[in-house]
């Protein structure tokens, strides 16, 4: 008698077709580890390199002004067209003078500000000067001590700046605004020198007049801030200099 042989149907074989389950197993481990091998090397990226993207796309497409600060909890202060490492030596000396200002309740005549990696403190002429005069006044040296004190611990070249508004000045003293910018910028300088005993080496003065205006000069209020001094600290020229020409 002739035996029947029944084939084998996939159920025969529990439902499996030769163990495509362990196959997909193994591509979701797969693509697990890789998950973890990207995020990895995305914490091991150096934090310059990360800043130096940023601030390249902000420039591209002209977006992120103002403040930026990332998911992880790393701060960086972006101002004008640069941004600055909220853990660098500059963010700390704009942190030290922000905190002097207010301690000294000057927070709306005192305004800073990063500019192509210098740190701009821009004082309105009224915390230094009467309208038209270039003598310090009494009442901002305080001001100007604890800002010596500042310059005088830290390596940065400092440039002190005189602006003013497009109100013309004829004088024997100051035939222009040209004169009257240059002596207000060079008091200031004379003052840190003499008196602060700041390296004459670190400091510059330069008057601009009429003709770097901040705002528009429509109105009384915008020429007032117009009116100003601006003390800008950059890093030392020696440290901007290629290595070859140090020696």
């Avoid at 796309?57 to 002209?62: H, M, R």
């Avoid at 000294?104 to 500019?115: R, Y």
Wanted: aromatic share 8%.
């Amino acid at each position: 008698m002739r035996k029947n042989h029944k084939k084998k149907g996939p159920k025969d074989n529990g439902g499996s077709s030769g163990g495509g389950w362990e196959v997909i197993y193994s591509g979701f481990v797969l693509i697990l580890l890789c998950f973890f091998i990207m995020i990895n090397s995305f914490s091991t990226i150096q934090k310059t390199k990360l800043k130096s993207f940023v601030k390249s796309f902000s420039n591209a497409v002209c977006i992120l002004p103002g403040g930026v600060k990332f998911e992880s909890g790393e701060e960086v202060l972006s101002i004008s067209e640069d941004i600055v490492d909220k853990e660098s030596e500059l963010a700390d000396l704009y942190e030290h003078i922000r905190k002097l200002t207010h301690k000294l309740g000057l927070e709306k005549q005192v305004d800073l500000s990063f500019v192509k990696k210098t740190l701009v403190m821009r004082l309105s002429d009224s915390v230094l000067f009467d309208i038209g005069v270039v003598e310090i006044l009494p009442e901002s040296l305080p001001l100007l001590e604890k800002i010596g004190s500042i310059i005088a611990k830290i390596s940065y070249s400092i440039r002190i700046e005189g602006h003013t508004d497009d109100l013309p000045i004829h004088t024997d003293s100051f035939p222009s605004n040209w004169e009257l910018s240059t002596a207000r910028a060079v008091n200031v300088l004379r003052y840190f020198i003499e008196k602060e005993k700041i390296s004459p080496k670190r400091i510059s003065a330069a008057g601009y007049g009429e003709f770097q205006p901040i705002y528009s000069n429509d109105t009384p209020e915008n020429r007032a801030k117009n009116r100003r001094v601006e003390i800008v600290f950059a890093e030392a020229e020696q440290e901007r200099q290629p290595k070859e020409l140090r020696r």
